[in-house]
């Protein structure tokens, strides 16, 4: 199965390696008893370049990860003063676009748990839990460390039509994304060694431009937690939103527990947000708007208490404003006739948030599909 693999889907890739071998084992040299200038990658245009989730790349302003690193594109000179570092075979590889040989890389048969970074700019861009053996001869992942930290190019060179993946801070080459890979995201990022650094989970990570962020959480009850996680994770200012489970009676409950067991548990979004960016007031709107507050342990076709309405605060200012929010909601044209039965709770009170299953984190867009939700 292996050698079919090999000889299958990874054939354009390896008449691309050989066609760019030459790139790599002999690049242009300098003059005798110089050193090669380092080269910064092209750079990239708007107009033919998307991010990892295939949205426009707006390279003119500064911007920040939802991961909390800083992604505004290097300039030409801070590009060449960091290749001054880079191995004459890294800066074939990340500078010229080069390719190394299939089954050479020092970081293909690496199983360790940590972090891959950018070579040259440091940027984190692949965790050990998305890597996975593609029997092509190069490290693949089915997913970055951050969508925006990996942007994607249509690379039309050797005569073949790819997508080129490229470093979102430092535009430096890391290697092609396939559609291939395995579930949950189907994708293949093949990535050479030579464009990688690899840092041991529990190791500190380079100073590669994080910035400090004094974020806030916020635990929002609406129904089925796929449709209420997915929309605000979508909204400026919403760093993460994790599925999960709070405000029950049991320690660690499981999908299966909160469903068959009666454990009080609702199905709830925990979101971190930049309080500069988006605040609480309007994410109490928002979350009123991504459901139906006044229907009881219920969300559409959804039914029972694990679908209730519930707001979990995290201090005294959170909990006036939900209650101010929603005395005012209730007085409004909508719910004039409906009686909002939105519960507000302390964190104290509800309990420990724990968060679901691997399974139902980005379920929307893991698996695409849409929870009954109202529209906005």
Same mark, same amino acid.
């Given at each position: 199965?292996?050698?079919?693999?090999?000889?299958?889907?990874?054939?354009?890739?390896?008449?691309?390696?050989?066609?760019?071998?030459?790139?790599?084992?002999?690049?242009?040299?300098?003059?005798?008893?110089?050193?090669?200038?380092?080269?910064?990658?092209?750079?990239?245009?708007?107009?033919?370049?998307?991010?990892?989730?295939?949205?426009?790349?707006?390279?003119?302003?500064?911007?920040?990860?939802?991961?909390?690193?800083?992604?505004?594109? =290097? &300039? +030409?000179?801070?590009? #060449?003063? @960091?290749?001054? /570092? =880079? &191995? +004459?075979?890294?800066? #074939?590889? @990340?500078?010229? /676009?080069?390719?190394?040989?299939?089954?050479?890389?020092?970081?293909?048969?690496?199983?360790?748990?940590?972090?891959?970074?950018?070579?040259?700019?440091?940027?984190?861009?692949?965790?050990?839990?998305?890597?996975?053996?593609?029997?092509?001869?190069?490290?693949?992942?089915?997913?970055?460390?951050?969508?925006?930290?990996?942007?994607?190019?249509?690379?039309?060179?050797?005569?073949?039509?790819?997508?080129?993946?490229?470093?979102?801070?430092?535009?430096?080459?890391?290697?092609?994304?396939?559609?291939?890979?395995?579930?949950?995201?189907?994708?293949?990022?093949?990535?050479?060694?030579?464009?990688?650094?690899?840092?041991?989970?529990?190791?500190?990570?380079?100073?590669?431009?994080?910035?400090?962020?004094?974020?806030?959480?916020?635990?929002?009850?609406?129904?089925?937690?796929?449709?209420?996680?997915?929309?605000?994770?979508?909204?400026?200012?919403?760093?993460?939103?994790?599925?999960?489970?709070?405000?029950?009676?049991?320690?660690?409950?499981?999908?299966?527990?909160?469903?068959?067991?009666?454990?009080?548990?609702?199905?709830?979004?925990?979101?971190?947000?930049?309080?500069?960016?988006?605040?609480?007031?309007?994410?109490?709107?928002?979350?009123?708007?991504?459901?139906?507050?006044?229907?009881?342990?219920?969300?559409?076709?959804?039914?029972?208490?694990?679908?209730?309405?519930?707001?979990?605060?995290?201090?005294?200012?959170?909990?006036?404003?939900?209650?101010?929010?929603?005395?005012?909601?209730?007085?409004?044209?909508?719910?004039?006739?409906?009686?909002?039965?939105?519960?507000?709770?302390?964190?104290?009170?509800?309990?420990?948030?724990?968060?679901?299953?691997?399974?139902?984190?980005?379920?929307?867009?893991?698996?695409?599909?849409?929870?009954?939700?109202?529209?906005?």
């Amino acid at each position: 199965m292996k050698l079919l693999h090999l000889t299958g889907f990874t054939l354009a890739s390896i008449i691309a390696a050989v066609a760019v071998q030459r790139v790599y084992s002999d690049p242009p040299t300098a003059p005798a008893g110089t050193s090669p200038t380092p080269t910064a990658p092209a750079s990239s245009s708007t107009d033919m370049t998307t991010t990892a989730n295939n949205e426009p790349s707006k390279t003119s302003a500064a911007r920040l990860s939802k991961a909390g690193f800083d992604i505004t594109p =290097l &300039s +030409k000179q801070r590009i #060449d003063t @960091l290749a001054l /570092k =880079l &191995s +004459k075979s890294d800066r #074939d590889v @990340l500078l010229a /676009k080069g390719t190394e040989p299939a089954f050479c890389g020092n970081l293909l048969d690496n199983k360790k748990e940590g972090t891959y970074t950018c070579k040259l700019c440091d940027l984190p861009l692949f965790g050990s839990d998305s890597k996975f053996n593609s029997g092509t001869g190069w490290p693949s992942f089915f997913k970055p460390y951050d969508a925006e930290h990996v942007v994607v190019h249509s690379d039309k060179s050797h005569g073949m039509s790819r997508d080129e993946i490229v470093c979102g801070r430092c535009s430096g080459h890391l290697g092609h994304v396939f559609n291939d890979g395995p579930a949950p995201t189907g994708q293949r990022y093949c990535l050479n060694s030579a464009s990688l650094n690899f840092f041991d989970k529990g190791a500190q990570l380079p100073d590669a431009g994080r910035v400090p962020v004094a974020t806030q959480s916020a635990y929002f009850a609406g129904g089925c937690f796929w449709g209420v996680e997915d929309r605000f994770q979508q909204l400026p200012g919403v760093i993460t939103a994790i599925s999960g489970y709070m405000g029950g009676r049991t320690a660690n409950p499981t999908y299966k527990d909160i469903c068959y067991s009666n454990t009080g548990h609702a199905e709830t979004v925990r979101i971190d947000f930049d309080p500069s960016k988006i605040t609480y007031a309007q994410l109490l709107e928002k979350f009123f708007k991504f459901h139906d507050p006044s229907q009881l342990n219920r969300q559409g076709p959804d039914v029972g208490d694990q679908y209730r309405s519930a707001i979990f605060t995290t201090d005294e200012t959170q909990a006036k404003a939900a209650e101010a929010f929603i005395e005012s909601s209730q007085k409004s044209d909508r719910f004039k006739t409906r009686k909002i039965v939105t519960q507000v709770q302390t964190v104290a009170q509800a309990g420990k948030f724990y968060a679901a299953e691997d399974y139902h984190q980005d379920y929307h867009v893991k698996n695409g599909g849409h929870c009954a939700m109202p529209q906005e």
